[in-house]
């Protein structure tokens, strides 16, 4: 599996993403400051992240979350069955503010 992420910085807010085959060590590597693009910009917090079966299609992925296209909008997606659905396209910058609505509903912290 090869997963694309996004990370924000709690320092900055600003969005850096990535590509890699084992997403668990690589977290683990930005929380370390192992990784140069984003150690001086900790703490950071996984915004969430996609899987795909080959690494081009991350790649790809990757890609186009890069460009300016992609960094503009925040697709609201949910499975079901096993089906990926979009729901809903909204501009990057309200965020936050789903993220804590969705938190509230699901009786999760929103301060994690």
Do not use: C
């Not at 996609?50 to 960094?71: F, I, Q, S």
């Not at 925040?74 to 503010?97: E, M, N, T």
């Amino acid at each position: 599996m090869n997963f694309v992420y996004i990370l924000v910085s709690l320092k900055d807010n600003e969005f850096y993403v990535g590509l890699t085959s084992n997403l668990e060590v690589r977290l683990k590597s930005h929380m370390l400051g192992d990784v140069p693009s984003t150690k001086n910009r900790r703490p950071l917090k996984l915004l969430g992240y996609e899987t795909y079966l080959t690494k081009h299609e991350a790649g790809m992925r990757e890609k186009y979350l890069k460009t300016n296209d992609g960094r503009k909008e925040l697709r609201i997606r949910f499975r079901l069955d096993g089906i990926l659905h979009a729901s809903l396209l909204l501009p990057l910058k309200v965020h936050p503010a789903v993220v804590a609505r969705i938190k509230i509903l699901s009786n999760l912290k929103i301060d994690e």
